[in-house]
């Protein structure tokens, strides 16, 4: 490879964005996640029906509604108090906890 090859590639890889960095960690979203547990269940299963089923979410869905809780654009009176505390790396570690779950395999007719 020579030295302008080099450069272009170097300029191309800058250009993506370091998800791999910013994915958060499932291992302290599980520890971090325990007042979560009260309403969406340890793993993501909804513990009653007028809660959602977060468990095999995608994560960068889960981030947006966490910061849209934080920060008021989303309301919800129990969900914006607890969102308040949360750090972008907790949200980020919560979110990559209830990603890495079991979600849904289907729907089922009520």
């Known amino acids: 490879m020579n030295k ?8 191309l890889l800058s250009l993506i964005p370091a998800v791999g960095f910013s994915a958060g960690n499932a291992a302290e ?8 547990h009260a309403c969406h269940g340890p793993t ?6 007028i809660y959602p089923n977060l468990g095999g979410q995608q994560q960068s869905y889960l981030i947006k509604t966490l910061e849209g ?4 654009s989303r ?3 129990i969900m914006n108090g607890f ?3 949360l750090s972008d790396a907790d949200i980020k ?3 990559a906890w209830y990603a890495s779950q079991s979600g849904l395999l289907e729907m089922q007719a009520k």
Do not use: L, M, Y
């Not at 993501?44 to 029906?49: D, Y």
């Open 4 to 11: 302008f090859q080099s450069t272009v590639a170097v300029t």
């Open 29 to 36: 979203g599980k520890n971090k996640s325990t007042v979560c």
């Open 44 to 49: 993501g299963k909804s513990v009653e029906p």
């Open 69 to 72: 809780f934080r920060d008021g």
């Open 75 to 77: 309301q919800n009176v």
């Open 83 to 85: 969102a308040a505390t």
């Open 93 to 95: 570690d919560i979110s």
